[in-house]
Structures are given as structure tokens and as C-alpha cells.
């Protein structure tokens, strides 16, 4: 079956426009987070959702950054107003359960974003 | 809160060689899982090998195997018997085994070890 999409790739953007970043999880996945990485650093966690409810959003950076996911499946990461700082590798990954927190998380190949 | 540190930012290795990558971590928790996720050049994270922190048996996959340490709080990678295609990014991470809503499922990674195979 199909893995963790993402896209797109590659965004590049001018400092202060607006930027969507889409997921789609693995089909049945209940539990689909978002992470940051910076470069040569490790992933950071953003936000955290079982199915459509958005459960942990502590990790995003500032109210510029919003996600959602209206249908319990595919979840887009927005931003808004960006700023250099934003350029990072946004990452998503998905699991099936929402109680086993033994479960590995798969992973997208991520979103690389440049901000101008 | 929880913290992942791995102290080798770059390691290198022979083919067919045998390789230890580190990780320490800091936890008030008693039960939670480790894991070790290889990140290649192509940026998708694959997991190598997970740990549950209340069994003692260290976690084995195939040329992967840990050594697990949890009164040190030490949770090292060993590769055996290397090959090209091990040459990747990889990063220890730590997740609790309990939580209410999930908040307590994110991974925290360390910053990560760049492993170089060379022929």
C-alpha cells in the first residue's frame, strides 16, 4: 500500500506570502502529526491529531502557523505571513492506533520550505 | 520535560565493519519507548529498531541491535557488519507510553549522528 505522501516536494516562497502544506496519511491511520526540521537538526513535534481533533498543538512556533484536518484524513499545514526562520523540512508522519504508543510512526519524505 | 543527546554528531565506518552510534536521554518516567530512525539523503524516516523501557531484553533487527541501560539512561545503536547502503542520518527519539489525548505520543529526536560507510 501507499506510504505517507506529501507535497508539495519542494516550496519556495517570498518572505510574507502564505503557504499550504498538504498530507495525506496512510489509509486507516488514525494519528497524524506534523513535525518541524531545521536544518542538521532532529524533527521537532508541531501538532498531533486523532482523526479530525486536533489534540496537541503546543509546538507550533506561533499563531502564523495553523493545521487542520476536517475529515479525519488528509491535513494541511498552513502558515501565514512567513518568515525566514519558517524555512525548514516540514514533516508528517501517521500511525494506526491511538492508544499504543509502541507503534512506530511512518513518515512522508517531507516538504523542504525556502522562504526568500 | 524529556531531552534525546546524542554526542557524535558524525561517525564513519568501514563496509563490513561494526559500528556504535550513542544516545542518552533524560526522563522522570518509568515507561516509555526508545527508538532509532535512519534518515537517507532522500529525507524519509524509516524506523531501524524500537525499545519498550520495561523489558530488560535488549531489541534486536537483524545487523541492528541496541544496548539498552536504563538505570544510565544510555540507549546505543550497534550496526553489524556495515554496509553502503547504512550510510544515513540517524536519530534516537523517545516517546512516553502514557498520556491523556495522545499529547504524550510526539517523538522527541536528538539532533542526530551522520553516519558515513566507506567501501
Known amino acids: 500500500g501507499a506510504g505517507v505522501s506529501q507535497s508539495p516536494r519542494y516550496k519556495v516562497a517570498k518572505r510574507g506570502q502564505d503557504v499550504a502544506l498538504r498530507c495525506d496519511p496512510i489509509?486507516?491511520?488514525?494519528?497524524l502529526f506534523w513535525y518541524q526540521q531545521a536544518l542538521g537538526q532532529g524533527p521537532e513535534f508541531l501538532t498531533y491529531?486523532?482523526?479530525?481533533?486536533?489534540?496537541?498543538k503546543s509546538g507550533l512556533p506561533s499563531d502564523r502557523f495553523f493545521a487542520e484536518r476536517p475529515e479525519g484524513s488528509v491535513s494541511t499545514l498552513k502558515i501565514q505571513r512567513t518568515q525566514q526562520e519558517d524555512s525548514a523540512v516540514y514533516l508528517c508522519?501517521?500511525?494506526?492506533?491511538?492508544?499504543?504508543?509502541?507503534?512506530?510512526?511512518?513518515f512522508g519524505d517531507g516538504t523542504r520550505l525556502s522562504i526568500l | 520535560a524529556q531531552t534525546v543527546t546524542q554526542s557524535q554528531p558524525e561517525m564513519s565506518v568501514q563496509e563490513a565493519e561494526t559500528v556504535t552510534l550513542s544516545c542518552t536521554y533524560d526522563?522522570?518516567?518509568?515507561?516509555?519507548?526508545l527508538f532509532w530512525y535512519k534518515q537517507p539523503p532522500s529525507r524519509q524516516m524509516i524506523l531501524v529498531i524500537r525499545?519498550?523501557?520495561?523489558k530488560q531484553q535488549n531489541a534486536t533487527e537483524n545487523r541492528f541491535s541496541v544496548n539498552f541501560q536504563k538505570a544510565a539512561k544510555s540507549f546505543s545503536l550497534k550496526i553489524s557488519d556495515s554496509q553502503l547502503g547504512d550510510a544515513a542520518m540517524y536519530f534516537c527519539?523517545?516517546?512516553?507510553?502514557w498520556g491523556s489525548g495522545g499529547s504524550n505520543y510526539k517523538l522527541t529526536f536528538g539532533k542526530g549522528t551522520l553516519l558515513t560507510v566507506n567501501p
Open positions: 491529531f486523532q482523526n479530525e481533533a486536533q489534540l496537541d
Open positions: 525499545q519498550e523501557a520495561y
Open positions: 526522563t522522570s518516567e518509568s515507561d516509555y519507548y
Open positions: 489509509s486507516g491511520h488514525v494519528s
Open positions: 527519539a523517545y516517546r512516553s507510553a
Open positions: 508522519a501517521s500511525s494506526l492506533r491511538r492508544w499504543d504508543a509502541g507503534q512506530p510512526q511512518h
